[in-house]
C-alpha cells in the first residue's frame, strides 16, 4: 500500500512531463535490451549446460518466457483494482530483475545438480512478473507517446535498442571466449559475471513518467495514466 501511494495521480501530464518520459523510455528500453542480452539467449543456454543441463531442459527453459505471458491476462484484472500502473510496473519489475542478481550467484551457492533447479525456479519467477510488468506497461505508453508519433517513436526505440543489442551479443561473446581461455576451470563464472552486467544494465522504468491521469473503469482506455 505504501509502495501504491509513493507514485501519486495528478490529473494531467505537461508537455515537459511528457517529454521527460520519453527520453527515459527511450533509455529504458536500451537498458533492457542489454539486460536480455547478457541474462538471456545463447549465454543462458550456455550457462545452463554448464550445469549440467539436459537437451529436455533446456528446452522447458526457452519455453517459461513466452508461456507466462499468459499471466498478462488476469493482470489486467490487477491493474483495474490497483488503478495505479506506474506502481505495478515499477514493482513487478523491480522484483522480477532481482532474479536475475539470484540466477548469477547459483554457481557461488550450489552444487551444479541442484543448480538446474534454482535456474528453473528463479527464471520462472522472473518470467512471470515480467509478464505482469508488461500487462500494465503496455498500457501505460500508450497514454505517455501521443498517437501521432507511435510509430516514429518506437521505429527509432527499437532501432537503437537493436544495434545495442548487436555490439553487446558481440562484446559477450568476446568477452566468453577471453574468460575461457584465461580462466577454463572457473568457465561458468564467467557467466555469472555477465549476469551481473546484465542486473546493473537494468533500470526501473519509474523515471518514465511522473505524471498520471484519472483513472477509469475500462483498462483498454486511454484516460489513466500511471
Known amino acids: 500500500v505504501y509502495f501504491i501511494m509513493f507514485f501519486k495521480l495528478q490529473a494531467s501530464l505537461s508537455e515537459e512531463e511528457r517529454k521527460k518520459g520519453l527520453a527515459a523510455m527511450m533509455n529504458d528500453g536500451l537498458a533492457t535490451q542489454a539486460m536480455i542480452i547478457f541474462t ?23 519455453a517459461i518466457p513466452p508461456f507466462l505471458q499468459l499471466l498478462q ?39 551444479y ?3 538446474i533447479f534454482f535456474l528453473t525456479v528463479f527464471l520462472i519467477f522472473n518470467s512471470a512478473l515480467s509478464a505482469v510488468s508488461a500487462a ?41 571466449d577471453f574468460w575461457k ?3 577454463a576451470e572457473f568457465e ?22 511522473n505524471g498520471a491521469a484519472v483513472e477509469s473503469s475500462s483498462f483498454g482506455s486511454a484516460s489513466w495514466v500511471r
Open 40 to 62: 538471456g539467449g545463447a549465454f543462458l543456454v550456455a550457462f545452463a549446460l554448464k550445469l549440467g543441463a539436459s537437451n529436455t531442459v533446456i528446452g522447458f527453459l526457452a
Open 73 to 111: 491476462i488476469p493482470s489486467v484484472y490487477l491493474a483495474e483494482r490497483v488503478r495505479n500502473r506506474r506502481a505495478i510496473t515499477v514493482f513487478a519489475s523491480i522484483v522480477s530483475r532481482l532474479f536475475f542478481l539470484l540466477i548469477a550467484l547459483i554457481p557461488f551457492l550450489f552444487e
Open 113 to 115: 545438480e541442484r543448480g
Open 136 to 176: 500494465s506497461w503496455n498500457s501505460w505508453i500508450r497514454d505517455i507517446v501521443p498517437e501521432k508519433m507511435l510509430g516514429s517513436y518506437f521505429s527509432s526505440r527499437m532501432r537503437a535498442a537493436t544495434a545495442l543489442g548487436i555490439f553487446c551479443s558481440l562484446a559477450g561473446a568476446v568477452y566468453i
Open 181 to 183: 581461455s584465461n580462466f
Open 188 to 209: 561458468i563464472y564467467g557467466y555469472s559475471v555477465l549476469f551481473f552486467l546484465g542486473f546493473i544494465a537494468c533500470r526501473s522504468p519509474s523515471t518514465c513518467s
